[in-house]
């Protein structure tokens, strides 16, 4: 489990085919050594990797075909900036949401407008998850805990602060960018539990 409150970020420094599904490699230096072992789980923009080796301050976890078809990492090129965060420990704060780093689906930026000091990014994701997502709730974008400011059709839009577009990749983004998507794992369960005895559940 993860909370989406990024711990650091990472760049990009090998991506190897494996017969279809990548090995990728990332420089790591600004986490913490200890919180980093081979096994463990590490959120790179919001999806759960395993950690299978390292070398010096390097990471490198397998991008499986799935991980691939759900996710950005595919598009990485080396150089790339991602988001990183290790998996939540007991007694450490909680001060996002609970994130699994099981993305469900890419989301497009379609508008970017400055608000103030903040800006507004609007995203467009599939109808059949838009569901989920609901005003003034939790939304994980590319491993980043936001908080949903308003939702119409198949768009939603959140507000990015100044801190957090300097902290993680979010200020990077351009619009027609894909951007990693996790609804609330609490919503998704309660959409389960409501249909639940109902024809073919």
Request: aromatic share 4%.
């Amino acid at each position: 489990m993860f909370t989406g409150i990024i711990v650091a970020t990472g760049r990009v420094t090998s991506l190897a085919d494996k017969g279809g599904d990548l090995e990728l490699g990332i420089d790591a230096a600004a986490l913490d050594p200890a919180r980093i072992a081979i096994g463990d789980s590490v959120s790179v923009q919001g999806a759960c990797l395993t950690v299978t080796r390292k070398e010096g301050t390097r990471i490198f976890a397998d991008v499986s075909r799935e991980t691939m078809a759900k996710t950005t990492l595919g598009d990485l090129s080396s150089g790339s900036k991602v988001n990183l965060e290790p998996s939540l420990r007991a007694g450490d704060a909680l001060g996002g949401h609970w994130v699994s780093g099981h993305v469900d689906a890419v989301g497009t930026l379609r508008v970017l407008a400055q608000d103030a000091r903040s800006w507004r990014m609007e995203f467009e994701l599939a109808d059949s998850l838009m569901r989920f997502v609901a005003p003034k709730g939790s939304i994980c974008l590319n491993g980043v805990s936001l908080t949903v400011n308003k939702v119409a059709g198949n768009r939603f839009d959140v507000n990015i602060i100044p801190h957090t577009l300097t902290v993680t990749t979010l200020g990077e983004l351009e619009v027609g960018d894909g951007v990693n998507v996790e609804i609330d794992v609490i919503a998704r369960y309660l959409e389960r539990l409501a249909s639940f005895g109902k024809a073919g559940q």
